[in-house]
């Protein structure tokens, strides 16, 4: 099984930017598409947030984040980056790193390993 550990949450000002980041051990990594999704308070379902492919070179993202958050991935250290910039209020949510072997993919159902969440609370 491969173990997810996000850091990098906080809190944050409107407009502002944050960087988290996704350790993972256990398996190698450079197999597995890594992809973040998020849970705002209140809602039910967890929001697809950004996917990298396991090479890197394919990265795809949510309608709502377009053009704001970038994510980035570095196999060498096993890690997956998600840079938020132009932060709103309703970017406030957990978040969370998952990863499945190999295909990239936006749909919820597809990710088996997840991590446990780090809290992002943008204030006005």
């Known amino acids: 099984q491969l173990l997810l550990v996000e850091s990098g949450g906080g809190l944050v000002q409107v407009g502002g930017s944050m960087e988290l980041s996704c350790a993972a051990s256990g398996r190698p990594f450079s197999y597995y598409a890594a992809a973040w999704f998020r849970q705002a308070p209140g809602k039910a379902e967890r929001e697809f947030v950004a996917?990298?492919?396991?090479?890197?070179?394919?990265?795809y993202y949510g309608d709502s984040v377009k053009g704001r958050f970038t994510i980035s991935r570095d196999n060498a250290k096993n890690t997956v980056r998600l840079q938020m910039n132009d932060l709103k209020p309703e970017d406030t949510a957990v978040y969370y790193c998952?990863?499945?072997?190999?295909?990239?993919?936006?749909?919820?159902?597809?990710?088996?390993?997840w991590g446990q969440g780090t809290q992002v609370t943008v204030s006005s």
């Open positions: 998952a990863a499945r072997y190999y295909s990239a993919t936006t749909s919820i159902s597809d990710y088996k390993d």
């Open positions: 996917v990298i492919s396991a090479s890197g070179q394919s990265r």
